[in-house]
């Protein structure tokens, strides 16, 4: 099973940036579907982007042209770079992971990340 855990988080002023890092250990990385998914306070989860193992993306419309997800294989390593950040971009932010063949997915831990004057 994958072990993830994020990074990056923080506050950051409206129309700043910051760059989210999920890195994995335990099983082989370049085998998973990777995603970003946000939980604002009161809200559901929500997916915000995702990377399959070939590099094929898929991104929230809230978010299109404001984010970017990557991914290091050889770093065992997921990115968010966040531009353009919003209010309504604050929340928690999760790293995923799905096994293509078992379905299996896990979870980080969090980070938080907060846009504010």
């Known amino acids: 099973q994958v072990q993830l855990v994020e990074s990056g988080g923080g506050l950051v002023q409206p129309g700043g940036s910051l760059r989210l890092s999920c890195s994995a250990s335990?099983?082989?990385?370049?085998?998973?579907?990777m995603g970003w998914y946000r939980q604002a306070p009161g809200k559901q989860r929500e997916l915000v982007a995702a990377?399959?193992?070939?590099?094929?993306?898929n991104y929230a419309d809230s978010v299109k042209g404001r984010f970017t997800i990557s991914r290091s294989n050889a770093k065992n390593t997921m990115y968010l770079q966040m531009n353009s950040l919003e209010p309504e971009d604050t929340a928690v932010y999760y790293c995923n992971a799905a096994h293509p063949l078992t379905l299996r997915t896990a979870w980080g831990q969090g980070t938080q990340v907060t846009v504010s004057s």
């Open positions: 335990g099983s082989i990385f370049s085998l998973y579907v």
């Open positions: 990377i399959t193992s070939s590099g094929d993306t």
